[in-house]
């Protein structure tokens, strides 16, 4: 089973930007398609960006524009740009592979307010 560990949330202001990154035990490569999840205070977690093995990446349509996920060569970190932060985005963030392993990390909070 490979960790995954989340990083990069905090508080900003609508209209700003965060990068989240997802540090992998072992290449996410290996693992097939991964994604950036999130989860809303009273609400089900919900993917917001998924990449396949090959590089294709697909967005919820509440992020699309906005939200770009990658990975880095050495193919070991999922990063989640995120521009043009609203509140609606305040949520727990999570990465996991897609589909999503039984365990979780314990996310990055992101918070989006004034």
């Known amino acids: 089973q490979v960790q995954l560990v989340e990083s990069g949330g905090g508080l900003v202001q609508p209209g700003g930007s965060l990068r989240l990154s997802c540090a992998a035990s072992?290449?996410?490569?290996?693992?097939?398609?991964m994604g950036w999840f999130r989860q809303a205070p009273g609400k089900q977690r919900e993917r917001v960006a998924r990449?396949?093995?090959?590089?294709?990446?697909n967005y919820a349509d509440s992020v699309k524009g906005r939200f770009s996920i990658s990975g880095d060569i050495a193919g070991t970190t999922l990063y989640l740009q995120m521009n043009s932060l609203k509140p609606e985005d305040t949520a727990v963030y999570y990465c996991?592979?897609?589909?999503?392993?039984?365990?979780w990390g314990q996310g990055t909070q992101v918070t989006v307010s004034s």
């Open positions: 072992r290449s996410i490569f290996s693992i097939g398609a």
């Open positions: 996991n592979a897609d589909p999503p392993f039984n365990s």
């Open positions: 990449m396949s093995q090959l590089g294709f990446s």
